[in-house]
């Protein structure tokens, strides 16, 4: 028996398959295009401000930073590849894949949460990508700017699968040429930038800025994991899980931790004009002639960064059983996403700052039970997630339960009088431990509860 012919890409066309499976006659792509997807996705606005706020804001030396950002990011990416290795074999987007986990309707509390944090992250990117744009043009109207931002980022929402897979393709290169320009501005200074000490540290880690940074970089590589089966799904069933795995891997910790570290290494180089002009403006007055270039960098990161953002945000909404076409949710997704920036722009530093860290509080314990489910008991198929009960009450209990544990190891960058968290994070020199304990007892408790519960366990 041949092959089956292999079917190509059609960017130019409106994709036409919403959360439902992708039949065996739609499926197309290499594997190699997870690397892509991811490189670029990652080649962001926000890292480039993960990095500048570990040396300029947290206190870090570069030498510090480094080995830190390198693991938070190996580990976020360890989590990344894992979710986007579900996506050929299964062919549905990741949150309705948890289906076969929470139950359909159970399924509405991490699919809820979903959208509000892609409708957050799709916020924050607006915002970064004038804040830039204002470097270079300082007239220019902030709502007016993030209008046509929107717009251009609903439109690349629409056309869907295909074409986001094309244009992260084009912002791999785009943007790996780009952020390699600054590097090289910086490398007659690297000698420099090394033996730097921020103002007010004493030079010596602490436990809690050692957590501070690992969970700061680890959490944003790893809250791609909702998003990662959205864009593997249409690969072929045959399509090896390893390689989509390791290639996803490589592309979001290789490029995350690049621009982190380009943060980092131009915060220590600009601390002082980072300080008195933001983050753009001393990466702008370090560019020199460069500047201009150096705010396109910023400015196209974060629409590679939003194409993903506001595609799987539509994506979540249908998973609710919201009973609209995918171009109404991309156009209601950009609407909410638009107006919270024009509402935040002028507190963003804090919300920004609160939002990362928040982030994976929901993340971790719903990542657990759906990596469990899917790889270690073998409960997550096709036919569990078409078939799905409405609840799952032992995954829905395990999920509160971890979360509730894992409340006293919390320690988010939220002034709240008397909070009811955060007590046990102060053993451990205030680091934030709550993300690893909620993965880890969710992991525990949904393997033990499927092994039990399946038609062998006492063989």
């Known amino acids: 028996m041949g092959m089956a012919p292999k079917l190509p890409d059609k960017p130019a066309s409106v994709e036409k ?125 902030f709502i007016f700017a993030a209008a046509a931002y929107v717009v251009i980022q609903a439109l690349i929402a629409v056309y869907g699968h295909d074409f986001i897979h094309l244009f992260e393709k084009v912002m791999s290169v785009a943007l790996g040429l780009l952020f390699l320009l600054i590097f090289l501005l910086a490398v ?27 969970v700061v970089s680890f959490s944003y590589l790893m809250s791609w994991s909702p998003y990662a089966s959205d864009y593997s799904r249409y690969l072929p069933g045959s399509s090896s899980r390893r390689r989509v795995l390791l290639l996803a891997m490589a592309g979001g910790a290789a490029a995350s931790f690049a621009v982190e570290f380009i943060g980092a290494l131009v915060g220590t180089l600009t601390a002082p004009q980072t300080l008195a002009q933001g983050y753009f403006g001393g990466l702008n007055e370090f560019a020199g002639a460069y500047g201009a270039l150096a705010m396109a960098t910023l400015i196209l990161g974060a629409f590679a960064a939003d194409a993903l953002n506001l595609y799987t945000n539509s994506l979540s909404a249908l998973v609710l059983d919201v009973r609209a076409p995918r171009w ?87 002034a709240v009088p008397n909070p009811p968290f955060g007590y046990l994070a102060q053993t451990f020199g205030g680091a934030d431990l709550s993300y690893f304990i909620s993965f880890g007892l969710a992991a525990v408790l949904t393997y033990f509860v499927r092994m039990k519960s399946r038609p062998n366990a006492g063989a």
């Open 17 to 141: 398959i919403g959360i439902e499976h992708v039949p065996d006659e739609s499926r197309h792509g290499s594997p190699n295009r997870t690397f892509t997807l991811w490189f670029a996705a990652n080649l962001t606005i926000a890292d480039y401000v993960i990095g500048v706020l570990t040396t300029v804001y947290f206190g870090l030396t570069l030498g510090q930073a480094v080995p830190i950002l390198l693991a938070g990011n190996l580990l976020g990416g360890l989590l990344l590849g894992l979710a986007a290795g579900m996506g050929p074999s299964l062919g549905f987007p990741q949150m309705l894949s948890s289906r076969a986990s929470f139950g359909r309707r159970g399924n509405y509390i991490p699919g809820a949460l979903n959208w509000v944090s892609t409708v957050g992250w799709f916020t924050v990117n607006t915002i970064l990508a004038v804040v830039a744009l204002q470097v270079v043009v300082p007239g220019v109207n």
């Open 188 to 214: 007659p200074r690297l000698t420099e930038a090394f033996v730097y000490v921020p103002q007010g540290a004493t030079g010596a880690l602490s436990l809690g800025s050692i957590g501070l940074v690992l």
């Open 328 to 414: 109404m949710t991309v156009a209601a997704g950009g609407a909410v996403g638009f107006i919270v920036a024009v509402l935040v722009n002028s507190s963003f530093e804090v919300f920004f700052e609160n939002f990362l860290l928040a982030l994976t509080y929901w993340i971790m314990p719903w990542l657990a039970i759906v990596l469990v489910d899917y790889y270690l008991s073998g409960r997550t198929t096709v036919e569990s997630i078409t078939g799905a009960k409405s609840f799952d009450l032992a995954a829905l209990g395990i999920y509160g339960v971890s979360i509730l544990v894992s409340i006293p190891f919390m320690l988010p960058l939220i």
